[in-house]
């Protein structure tokens, strides 16, 4: 699976999460071999539980589809930057790369605001591709939060 189509996955998942009335970001989790293992939207809302990013669960998810919370060879791809949690469980994950769609000045720790993932004190380091499809992925979180000044 490309990473374009895997973004496209990952939209789904967001497009779900806005559903919900959650923040429109989507996660997916590809094996070695480029097969999915997971997906998964955001879902702080839905269970009280601020650590239901979309990138965590997926995380989740993959690890138990594995058996093992080493995700060695695997891809977690994402319609927003990860923060510094989110970055943070990749690296604890041991995933081989991350991409990304849109950029999250406010909070991203992958290379704007933070770049957790590429600091040399740690002993694994993703390989980081940003900008997939972040033209979609800017546009559900836009259209997402201009809906919520409107009310």
Known sequence: MTHEEAMRLALEEAVAA???????VGA??????????SAAGNDRESTS????????????????ARGQ??????????????????????VQARVDRIVYGAVDEKGGAVGSLWDV?????????????MGVLAEQCSAILKQFFATRRIR
Not at 51 to 64: C, F, G, K, N, S
């Open 18 to 24: 806005a559903a919900r009335e959650e923040v429109p």
């Open 69 to 90: 919370w080493r995700l060695s060879g695997c891809t977690l791809v994402v319609t927003l930057e990860p923060c510094t949690m989110c970055a943070g469980a990749a």
């Open 49 to 64: 539980d601020p650590t239901a990013h979309a990138e965590v669960l997926a995380l989740r998810q993959a690890a138990a």
């Open 117 to 129: 993932v590429r600091d040399r004190r740690l002993n694994h380091r993703p390989e980081v591709v």
């Open 28 to 37: 997916v989790v590809l094996g070695p071999g480029g097969e999915l293992l």
